[in-house]
T-cell receptor, first 110, second 113 residues
Framework: GQSLEQPSEVTAVEGAIVQINCTYQ??????LSWYQQHDGGAPTFLSYNALDGLEETGRFSSFLSRSDSYGYLLLQELQMKDSASYFC???????????WGAGTKLIIKP | DAMVIQNPRYQVTQFGKPVTLSCSQTLNHNVMYWYQQKSSQAPKLLFH???????NEADTPDNFQSRRPNTSFCFLDIRSPGLGDAAMYLC????????????FGAGTRLSVL
């Protein structure tokens, strides 16, 4: 079967750095993406990795290792507004559907 | 500058009373998706349109239907809502089928009494 695993909840302190991991098992792989969703809001695209390595976008970075079927989202200089759920999603062999992880709720404490 | 707009934001209906949710987009994207999302879960794809081509997920109940009268608009019809259909319904678009980047509307939260 196809599945993605990510921690259900992560807690960090404002101003710190936090890493949210995602491991995947899919038939075919064409990229790993990350979405942010605030409570009651819509998912918003954050970043995408098709190749191994680190992609940086401001305070957020995303990493991929295809040989390990693993990626992570790194959030630096955490702000209270970063409190949200973060979903990893993989584009597999299906020509139309993203496969979603269950989401990681990030709790930030002052 | 909302690009994917869903109406209404909140919808309350009665058990068994049909309800229609709407979605419009200004991105001129070929693909429109409907997702169902329950609390603390990932979005679950119900169906999608690639242009006028309708694609239903195998496990989407027959109770859920969709219409896409033109490129900009898409509707989700729930013919006989049950208590288990209470959820957030998300509309999304992408330029091409299977695109890694999807643009989501703010969602419609459906309550069933």
């Amino acid at each position: 079967g196809q599945s993605l695993e990510q921690p259900s909840e992560v807690t960090a302190v404002e101003g710190a750095i936090v890493q949210i991991n995602c491991t995947y098992q899919t038939s075919g792989f064409y990229g790993l993406s990350w979405y942010q969703q605030h409570d009651g809001g819509a998912p918003t695209f954050l970043s995408y990795n098709a190749l191994d390595g680190l992609e940086e976008t401001g305070r957020f970075s995303s990493f991929l290792s295809r040989s390990d079927s693993y990626g992570y989202l790194l959030l630096q200089e955490l702000q209270m507004k970063d409190s949200a759920s973060y979903f990893c999603a993989v584009k597999g062999d299906s020509n139309y559907q993203l496969i979603w992880g269950a989401g990681t709720k990030l709790i930030i404490k002052p | 500058d909302a690009m994917v707009i869903q109406n209404p934001r909140y919808q309350v209906t009665q058990f068994g009373k049909p309800v229609t949710l709407s979605c419009s987009q200004t991105l001129n994207h070929n693909v429109m998706y409907w997702y169902q999302q329950k609390s603390s879960q990932a979005p679950k794809l119900l169906f999608h349109y690639y242009d006028k081509d309708f694609n239903n997920e195998a496990d989407t109940p027959d109770n859920f239907q969709s219409r896409r009268p033109n490129t900009s608009f898409c509707f989700l019809d729930i013919r006989s809502p049950g208590l288990g259909d209470a959820a957030m319904y998300l509309c999304a678009t992408s330029r091409e089928r299977g695109a890694i980047i999807q643009y989501f509307g703010a969602g419609t939260r459906l309550s069933v009494l």
